[in-house]
């Protein structure tokens, strides 16, 4: 077993800043791969970012690509997602995920764990 807990979310103005932190408790976490979804009010659970056991291996959806970073801290059992540039198109509750592949990170039904969410709301 896997718990997973999300931080970091908040109301911040378009152009603004977060940084979002996944605490990861139970199994080892540096077996794990881990990423982030988000889901909007009336839409689909989107994926943002994936990253692999070591942290060498990093995806980043297109419509965020260049304004959001994942990064994780196999010490800290952390995982992170660096938000800048925010537009209100990125308000959304944001999950933390894990699973043992990158591959099964890329099919939420397929997902082993998922985190509460947090809410990000971009907006003036």
């Known amino acids: 077993q896997v718990q997973l807990v999300e931080s970091g979310g908040g109301l911040v103005q378009p152009g603004g800043s977060l940084k979002l932190s996944c605490a990861a408790s139970g199994r080892a976490f540096s077996r794990y791969c881990m990423g982030w979804y988000r889901q909007a009010p009336g839409k689909e659970r989107e994926l943002v970012a994936t990253?692999?056991?070591?942290?060498?291996?990093?995806y980043v959806t297109e419509s965020v690509r260049g304004r959001f970073t994942i990064s994780r801290d196999n010490v800290k059992n952390a995982v992170y997602l660096q938000m800048n540039s925010l537009k209100p198109e990125d308000t959304a509750v944001y999950y933390c995920a894990a699973d043992e592949t990158l591959k099964a990170l890329m099919r939420p039904a397929a997902i082993d764990y998922w985190g509460q969410g947090t809410q990000v709301t971009v907006s003036s």
């Open positions: 990253i692999g056991w070591t942290g060498g291996s990093t």
